[in-house]
C-alpha cells in the first residue's frame, strides 16, 4: 500500500473513531474520504494529487441524466409556465426565474487588465536538487513533479478582443506545489513600462480606450498612451520591446515568458541569492509580421487560443525551460543599475541563465470559465525558499492582485475554487465569507486556542517547514515619495535592446512607432515622443519624426552607446520544432488529389499539419477558398496543375462581370471572392512565409510577382516525390520568417 492508500485508510477508521485520531487533521474529520481536505496528509509527504485526479471529483458529466434544477429535482424548462395557452408568464414559475436568474448573474468582472486569455495545464520537472540555493521543495530533487497551469494573455484588450493585437503579453504560470501554491505572473518581456505601482492605474488609464467614445479598442496608437509613455520615460525600454516583434508573437507556444522582478531564493538554512526567472521556449521564437498580425485579428481573432488548444490536442505538447539568473545579495547595484528596478535587465551575457527545470503543457482545460477565466494568480503566491525583494512595482502588486480578487469574486473565498485550491490541505482560521465550500469543524478557529489541541499550529523555519522570510533582509531609510536615484538612467537599455536587433527587426520597429505614431492628433505629444526616441538613439528619432513630417531634435548623446547583448531578438534564430505548424495547400477540385495526400502524409511525419484548400469542399479537401487566408498557414504551397486559379483580381472581376454566375471552378469561379487564391500566396511571400509551387511550371509566382530562386521560395518540378519536397519545404519552415523581402530605410 502507497502512503496515501495508507493515509485513506486511516481517514476511514478515523471517520469512525471521530475525534482524537492522530492521522487526520480536525478539520477533515467526518468528511468523506473524497473530499479534497482529507485527500493529503502533509506528514506523509506525498505528492500533489495530479491534475486528472484532483479536477476530477469537480467535474460534471451530463450523461444520459434528466434536467435538474439547481436544487436537484428533475425539470423540464423549455416553455414557461403561463396562465393559459395564450397567457402571461406566471412569476409562480421558479424554473424560470431560476434558470433566468443564474443567467443574468452568469459573468464576473472581467480582468482589469489581461482580460484577454488562454491557458492550459501541464507539469513541470525540476532538473535536479537545488537544495544549495534554495528550501522550495518543488525544485528538491531531480525529476520531481509538480503540476502548473499557465495563463497568457494581453493586457490592454477587453475579453472579446483579438488575440494578434500588439501588445506585451501576460505569461503567468502556477505551480502548485507540495508546499503551496507559487505563481510566477510575468510576461512575454523582462522589463515594465513603470517602475513604482502607485503609476500603474495612470499607465492603464493612459493605454486603454478613450472614455468618452471607448477606441480603440485593444490598441496603443491614441494619444493618451504615448502622452504617458513620452511624459513616463521610464516606459520606454518596455515600449521598445512590445513594438518589436514580441508584441506580435506568432503564438503563444513562441513565446519566452519572464518573472520581471528580482525575487529571492532562500535555503533552508536562510541563505539568500537573488534571482530573475525566465521560462524559455521550446519551440524557439517567432511573430507575425504587422499586417499579418493586424489582419489575422479580423480574420481569427481566436488564432493564439486556437493553435494553443490544437497543439495540445494533437499531442504536440508546448515546453519552456525553467531558468533563473542567480546573483549574489551584493550585487544589487553592480550592474550599472539596480536590480530592484524593473525597467531593466540583467544581460545574460553577464549573468547567464541556469536552467532549473522543464515545463510542459500537456492538458487543455474543460471548462473556459470555471478553470482559464476563474484562475487567481496572485504574486504574494510564494512557497518556503522563494522570497521577495524590495521592488517597488512588485512591493504594489502584492496589494493589488488579492484585492482585484475579491472584486471579480465578490468574497474571500476564490481560492476555494478547484483551479485555485492547492493540491495539499489548507488549515486556517479564516472562516465564513460568501460561497464559503466547507464545513469547518474547529471551534477553537484562532490561535493561541488550548481547546483545539493549538491547533492549526503555527509553522516556522524551524517547525512546520513553514514559510519565512529571508533573515538578512533589513532595512531602513526616512520616509520619502520619490524615485530612487538608482533607478534614473531610462534610456540606455532601450538603447541596449535597439543596438541588439537584426537590422531588418529595428526597421520593423521603426514602422511600429511610425504606424503609432501617425494616429495621434496632439502636435505636442508627437514632439514629446521624438523628444524622448532621441534620448534613446539619434537615428530612431529621425526616422521617425520622417513619416509624421516633422523634424527630430538635435542628438542628445547624454545616453548613447554601441553596446549590444544577445538573447533579446524575436527572429535573431531558427525555430527549434515545427510540431504544430500548418502548411496551406491551394489547389482545385478539379485536380487529383494524390499529390496533396502524399505531402499531407510525409509532413504528418513531422507533426506538420497540411491543409488542402479548393473551390469546393469534397474527398481529400479541408478548406474552401471563400474560408481561408493566408494568416491562417506558416507556408503556402501551390499545386501547378491549380495555376489557372492564379489569375489577378482585377481579370476576374472583369470576367466575372461577363460571364455572371459561373460556378464551373476555373479562373471565372464565383465560388470564392475576386483573386483570393492569388491574395493567399502573394500575402504569404508579403509575410515572409515559405511558398512554393508543386508541378508545372511557375506561372501561379509570376502572377504573383514573386522571383522563383529567392530564399523560402521553392518549385518543385513533376517528378519531386513528397519527401524530397517536405525536406525542402521543412528547413524553410525552420527559418520561418525570411527576412531579407523587406527594405530598409536608406
Ligand atoms: Fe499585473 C493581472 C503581469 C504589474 C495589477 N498582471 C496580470 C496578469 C499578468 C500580469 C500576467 C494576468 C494574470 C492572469 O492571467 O490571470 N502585471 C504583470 C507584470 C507586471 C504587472 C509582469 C510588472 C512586472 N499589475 C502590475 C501592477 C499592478 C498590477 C504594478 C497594480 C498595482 N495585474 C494587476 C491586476 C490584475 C493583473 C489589476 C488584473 C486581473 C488580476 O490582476 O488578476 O490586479
Given at each position: 500500500m502507497v502512503k496515501s492508500d495508507l493515509f485513506i485508510a486511516f481517514a476511514t477508521l478515523c471517520h469512525v473513531a471521530q475525534a482524537g485520531c492522530p492521522y487526520m487533521d480536525n478539520d477533515a474529520r467526518d468528511l468523506p474520504a473524497s473530499h479534497p481536505a482529507v485527500r493529503r496528509d502533509e506528514s506523509t509527504g506525498a505528492p500533489p494529487a495530479s491534475t486528472d485526479e484532483f479536477l476530477a471529483k469537480y467535474e460534471i458529466k451530463d450523461t444520459d441524466v434528466y434536467l435538474t434544477n439547481n436544487f436537484g429535482g428533475q425539470i423540464e424548462d423549455q416553455e414557461s409556465l403561463s396562465a393559459g395557452e395564450r397567457g402571461p408568464t406566471l412569476l409562480e414559475d421558479f424554473t424560470f426565474r431560476e434558470k433566468?436568474?443564474?443567467?443574468?448573474?452568469?459573468?464576473?468582472?472581467?480582468?482589469?487588465?489581461?482580460?484577454?486569455?488562454?491557458?492550459?495545464?501541464?507539469?513541470?520537472?525540476?532538473?535536479?536538487?537545488?537544495?544549495?540555493?534554495?528550501?522550495?521543495?518543488?525544485?528538491?530533487?531531480p525529476g520531481k513533479e509538480t503540476p502548473v497551469f499557465i495563463r497568457f494573455s494581453t493586457v490592454a484588450g477587453s475579453r472579446g478582443s483579438a488575440d494578434t493585437v500588439r501588445d506585451v503579453h501576460g505569461f503567468a504560470v502556477r505551480f502548485y506545489t507540495d508546499e503551496g501554491n507559487f505563481d510566477v505572473v510575468g510576461n512575454n518581456v523582462p522589463v515594465f513600462f513603470i517602475q513604482d505601482a502607485i503609476k500603474f492605474p495612470d499607465l492603464i488609464h493612459a493605454v486603454k480606450p478613450r472614455p468618452d467614445n471607448e477606441i480603440p479598442q485593444a490598441a496603443t496608437g491614441h494619444d493618451s498612451?504615448?502622452?504617458?509613455?513620452?511624459?513616463?520615460?521610464?516606459?520606454?525600454?518596455?515600449?521598445?520591446?512590445?513594438?518589436?516583434?514580441?508584441?506580435?508573437?506568432?503564438?503563444?507556444?513562441?513565446?519566452?515568458?519572464?518573472?520581471?522582478?528580482?525575487?529571492?531564493?532562500?535555503?533552508?538554512?536562510?541563505?539568500?541569492?537573488?534571482?530573475?526567472?525566465?521560462?524559455?521556449?521550446?519551440?524557439?521564437?517567432?511573430?507575425?509580421?504587422?499586417?499579418?498580425?493586424?489582419?489575422?485579428?479580423?480574420?481569427?481573432?481566436?488564432?493564439?487560443?486556437?493553435?494553443?488548444?490544437?497543439?495540445?490536442?494533437?499531442?504536440?505538447?508546448?515546453e519552456w525551460v525553467f531558468e533563473a539568473q542567480i546573483m549574489e545579495e551584493e550585487d544589487q547595484l553592480r550592474f550599472g543599475f539596480d536590480l530592484l528596478d524593473p525597467t531593466k535587465i540583467v544581460p545574460e551575457d553577464i549573468v547567464p541563465f541556469t536552467p532549473l527545470g522543464k515545463l510542459t503543457l500537456n492538458r487543455n482545460p474543460r471548462n473556459y470559465f470555471a478553470e482559464t477565466e476563474q484562475i487567481m494568480y496572485q504574486v504574494g503566491h510564494v512557497v518556503r525558499g522563494i522570497d521577495l525583494t524590495e521592488d517597488p512595482l512588485l512591493q504594489g502588486r502584492l496589494f493589488s492582485y488579492l484585492d482585484t480578487q475579491l472584486n471579480r469574486h465578490n468574497g474571500p473565498n476564490f481560492e476555494q475554487l478547484p483551479i485555485n485550491q492547492p493540491r495539499v490541505p489548507v488549515h486556517t482560521n479564516t472562516r465564513d465569507g460568501a460561497g464559503q465550500m466547507y464545513i469547518p469543524l474547529n471551534v477553537a478557529a484562532y490561535s493561541p486556542n488550548t481547546l483545539n489541541g493549538g491547533s492549526p499550529r503555527q509553522a516556522n523555519q524551524t517547525h512546520g517547514r513553514g514559510f519565512f522570510t529571508a533573515p538578512n533582509r533589513s532595512v531602513g531609510g526616512r520616509f520619502t515619495r520619490a524615485v530612487s536615484s538608482t533607478f534614473a538612467d531610462v534610456w540606455s537599455q532601450p538603447r541596449l535592446f535597439f543596438n541588439s536587433l537584426l537590422p531588418v527587426e529595428q526597421q520593423f520597429l521603426i514602422n511600429?512607432?511610425?504606424?503609432?505614431?501617425?494616429?495621434?492628433?496632439?502636435?505636442?505629444?508627437?514632439?514629446?515622443?521624438?523628444?524622448?526616441?532621441?534620448?534613446?538613439?539619434?537615428?530612431?528619432?529621425?526616422?521617425?519624426?520622417?513619416?509624421?513630417?516633422?523634424?527630430?531634435?538635435?542628438?542628445?548623446?547624454?545616453?548613447?552607446?554601441?553596446?549590444?547583448?544577445?538573447?533579446?531578438?524575436?527572429?535573431?534564430?531558427?525555430?527549434?520544432?515545427i510540431d504544430g505548424l500548418k502548411v496551406g495547400y491551394l489547389t482545385s477540385s478539379s485536380v487529383s488529389g494524390d499529390r496533396a495526400a502524399a505531402l499531407k502524409s510525409a509532413l504528418g511525419d513531422l507533426n506538420v499539419g497540411l491543409v488542402v484548400v479548393a473551390e469546393r469542399l469534397g474527398r481529400g479537401i479541408d478548406q474552401i477558398y471563400q474560408a481561408t487566408f493566408a494568416g491562417q498557414f506558416d507556408a503556402v504551397v501551390v499545386d501547378g496543375s491549380a495555376n489557372a486559379l492564379f489569375a489577378p483580381a482585377g481579370s476576374l472581376a472583369h470576367s466575372n462581370a461577363t460571364s455572371p454566375g459561373n460556378r464551373t471552378g476555373s479562373a471565372h469561379s464565383t465560388l470564392y471572392p475576386a483573386g483570393r487564391p492569388l491574395q493567399i500566396l502573394q500575402?504569404?511571400?508579403?509575410?515572409?512565409?515559405?511558398?512554393?509551387?508543386?508541378?508545372?511550371?511557375?506561372?501561379?509566382?509570376?502572377a504573383a510577382g514573386i522571383e522563383a530562386g529567392t530564399p523560402g521560395v521553392f518549385e518543385f518540378g513533376n517528378s519531386s516525390d513528397a519527401s524530397s519536397i517536405v525536406k525542402q519545404l521543412s528547413k524553410g519552415l525552420y527559418t520561418y520568417k525570411f527576412l531579407d523581402r523587406y527594405p530598409l530605410d536608406q
Open positions: 433566468i436568474t443564474h443567467f443574468d448573474h452568469e459573468r464576473v468582472p472581467e480582468r482589469a487588465v489581461h482580460a484577454r486569455g488562454a491557458g492550459a495545464h501541464g507539469v513541470f520537472t525540476s532538473y535536479g536538487d537545488w537544495a544549495n540555493i534554495t528550501g522550495a521543495s518543488f525544485l528538491k530533487a498612451a504615448w502622452d504617458f509613455f513620452s511624459q513616463q520615460p521610464s516606459s520606454l525600454h518596455t515600449l521598445f520591446w512590445a513594438m518589436s516583434g514580441h508584441g506580435t508573437i506568432r503564438s503563444y507556444r513562441h513565446t519566452d515568458g519572464w518573472g520581471v522582478h528580482t525575487f529571492r531564493f532562500v535555503t533552508d538554512e536562510g541563505k539568500t541569492k537573488l534571482v530573475k526567472f525566465r521560462f524559455r521556449t521550446q519551440q524557439g521564437k517567432a511573430s507575425l509580421l504587422w499586417e499579418e498580425a493586424q489582419i489575422t485579428a479580423g480574420k481569427n481573432a481566436d488564432a493564439h487560443r486556437q493553435d494553443l488548444f490544437e497543439s495540445i490536442e494533437k499531442g504536440y505538447f508546448p511600429a512607432i511610425r504606424f503609432e505614431v501617425a494616429q495621434l492628433t496632439s502636435d505636442v505629444v508627437k514632439n514629446n515622443v521624438l523628444i524622448q526616441l532621441n534620448r534613446v538613439s539619434h537615428d530612431v528619432a529621425v526616422r521617425v519624426a520622417e513619416a509624421i513630417n516633422l523634424k527630430a531634435p538635435d542628438a542628445d548623446a547624454k545616453y548613447y552607446h554601441s553596446n549590444t547583448t544577445t538573447g533579446v531578438s524575436a527572429s535573431g534564430e531558427p525555430l527549434l520544432k500575402d504569404g511571400y508579403q509575410w515572409g512565409k515559405p511558398v512554393a509551387v508543386v508541378g508545372e511550371g511557375s506561372k501561379a509566382f509570376e
